[in-house]
């Protein structure tokens, strides 16, 4: 079945610097969504990406799908205390349209 | 629009005992999912539906049974608890998938369940 892995699983991460999480599945996907989750809450929709090679911007955040349409970045720059929180990618399945989440890339900021 | 609710937001319950998890949108969508999610982990898909009278299982449905008799209301029954049925449990809906653009999840807050 369709697989969706997300790397890294945790991201320490110093105020003010920039970092990149990566989402890759085993297989093509239509579209693909980022979720966030602060620490006790839901996941809250981000974005969602379809065509190949897509590329949005929402303020700090740089969301791609790449060209394949097999994997996705989200890059964040200058992080914040408010960034912090788990990261979710969704991945919906090109053939069979089955929505996979990835474990999610957990973001500590430190001060 | 009140979104996505659920109830109870924490629940105890004893091996063996029985509830119904209750989730309700009122945003007159007709795609709507329950999802599992253990500490430090993704989100499992339990069950989901397309439409009021229509269910199908998902990655993760043993133990579990839904019905969808309205739009608004999807609630998840636990047949007979168990310790590893402890997890959070989030219900989400969407418009239905007509095409991805209208693909976003809106998720509910969750029901925080232990199973002792």
């Known amino acids: 079945g369709q697989q969706v892995m997300q790397i890294p699983q945790y991201q320490h991460v110093q105020e003010g610097e920039d970092f990149t999480t990566y989402c890759n599945s085993s297989t093509t996907l239509s579209n693909i969504q980022w979720y966030k989750q602060r620490p006790g809450g839901h996941p809250v929709f981000l974005i969602q990406l379809v065509k190949s090679g897509e590329v949005k911007k929402q303020k700090r955040l740089t969301f791609q799908f790449g060209e394949a349409k097999k994997n996705s970045s989200l890059h964040i720059t200058a992080t914040q205390t408010t960034d912090v929180g788990t990261y979710f990618c969704a991945g919906r399945e090109a053939a069979g349209n089955k929505l996979t989440f990835g474990g999610g890339t957990r973001v500590l900021v430190k001060p | 629009n009140a979104g996505v609710t659920q109830t109870p937001k924490f629940q105890v319950l004893k091996t063996g005992q029985s509830m119904t998890l209750q989730c309700a949108q009122d945003m007159n969508h007709e795609y709507m999912s329950w999802y599992r999610q253990d500490p430090g982990m993704g989100l499992r898909l339990i069950h989901y539906?397309?439409?009021?009278?229509?269910?199908d299982q998902g990655e993760v449905p043993n133990g579990y049974n839904v019905s969808r008799s309205t739009t608004e209301d999807f609630p998840l029954r636990l047949l007979s608890a168990a310790p590893s049925q402890t997890s959070v449990y989030f219900c989400?809906?969407?418009?239905?998938?007509?095409?991805?653009?209208?693909?976003?999840?809106?998720f509910g807050p969750g029901t925080r369940l232990t199973v002792l």
């Open positions: 539906s397309v439409g009021a009278g229509i269910t």
């Open positions: 989400a809906s969407t418009v239905a998938r007509r095409g991805p653009s209208t693909d976003t999840q809106y």
